[in-house]
Nanobody, 137 residues
Framework: QVELVESGGGSVQSGGSLRLSCEAA????????MAWFRQAPGKEREMVAA???????QYGDSVKGRVAASPDSAKNTIHLEMNSLKPEDTAVYYC???????????????????????????????WGQGTQVTVSS
């Protein structure tokens, strides 16, 4: 049974930084697609960052340039570094995973074949409990 264990939430002043981590406990594959979503009161859930075990990333428009997601594939863990935080970043942040891992897509790019997990075409079906991030002005 896979359990997503989040850590690192808290309170910070505007302009500050936080680092979130999420471990996929019980996950045994070396390949994974994981992501961070957030939901503020009265708002829809939005994707903050997605990262796969090979370090491929995708970011939501509202956080681009301010956050960086990275994998620790040996520990089935992802990290989210958040900088220049704003009050509108206040939300519950959820870690999510696609389990089992999607298949690889192989593309011919720049004269070579590149294999990449097909994370974009599969739904995140495992979710953590959420961790609160509060940014005060």
């Amino acid at each position: 049974q896979v359990e997503l264990v989040e850590s690192g939430g808290g309170s910070v002043q505007s302009g500050g930084s936080l680092r979130l981590s999420c471990e996929a406990a019980g996950y045994t594959n070396t390949k994974f697609c994981m992501a961070w979503f957030r939901q503020a009161p009265g708002k829809e859930r939005e994707m903050v960052a997605a990262v796969d075990s090979d370090g491929n990333t995708q970011y939501g428009d509202s956080v681009k340039g301010r956050v960086a997601a990275s994998p620790d594939s040996a520990k089935n863990t992802i990290h989210l570094e958040m900088n220049s935080l704003k009050p509108e970043d206040t939300a519950v942040y959820y870690c999510a995973m696609i389990n089992p891992a999607p298949p690889l897509n192989v593309d011919y790019i720049g004269g070579r074949y590149v294999a990449k997990l097909d994370c974009a075409n599969y739904d995140y079906n495992y979710w953590g409990q959420g961790t609160q991030v509060t940014v005060s002005s």
